[in-house]
């Protein structure tokens, strides 16, 4: 589960990919992929997968504990070419965050 909390060491990676409609399934498919390949690795903590609704836009969500960790994660990402495939199907615009303020009902 997505850990949400300021002034944390947590990476947050919000990578909004723009795709054809027709191949919103399929990239949502390889992300799928790739979140089990790393999940459990050290420091990783979530991700999550959103679907726009009108089929433009897919968005991952992804947590590591450090900035350390998320290195290690995308190393083997990229070790394993899961960003050329990401590529072949939609424009990826990566960025890490860290969060500064988070409120919920919890």
Same mark, same amino acid.
């Given at each position: 589960?997505?850990?949400?909390?300021?002034?944390?060491?947590?990476?947050?990676? !919000?990578?909004?990919?723009?795709?054809?409609?027709?191949?919103?399934?399929?990239?949502?498919?390889?992300?799928?992929?790739? !979140?089990?390949?790393?999940?459990?690795?050290?420091?990783?903590?979530?991700?999550?997968?959103?679907?726009?609704?009108?089929?433009?836009?897919?968005?991952?969500?992804?947590?590591?504990?450090?900035?350390?960790?998320?290195?290690?994660?995308?190393?083997?990402?990229?070790?394993?070419?899961?960003?050329?495939?990401?590529?072949?199907?939609?424009?990826?615009?990566?960025?890490?965050?860290?969060?500064?303020?988070?409120?919920?009902?919890?």
């Amino acid at each position: 589960m997505a850990k949400i909390h300021a002034d944390e060491e947590v990476i947050t990676q !919000i990578n909004v990919f723009e795709v054809e409609p027709g191949n919103q399934d399929a990239l949502a498919d390889l992300l799928k992929d790739a !979140i089990q390949r790393v999940s459990g690795m050290p420091g990783w903590i979530s991700a999550s997968i959103h679907k726009s609704l009108d089929g433009t836009r897919v968005t991952n969500y992804a947590q590591a504990a450090n900035h350390r960790a998320w290195e290690q994660i995308v190393a083997r990402l990229q070790g394993e070419g899961f960003f050329e495939r990401f590529q072949k199907l939609a424009k990826p615009n990566p960025c890490l965050y860290r969060c500064t303020f988070s409120l919920s009902a919890d």
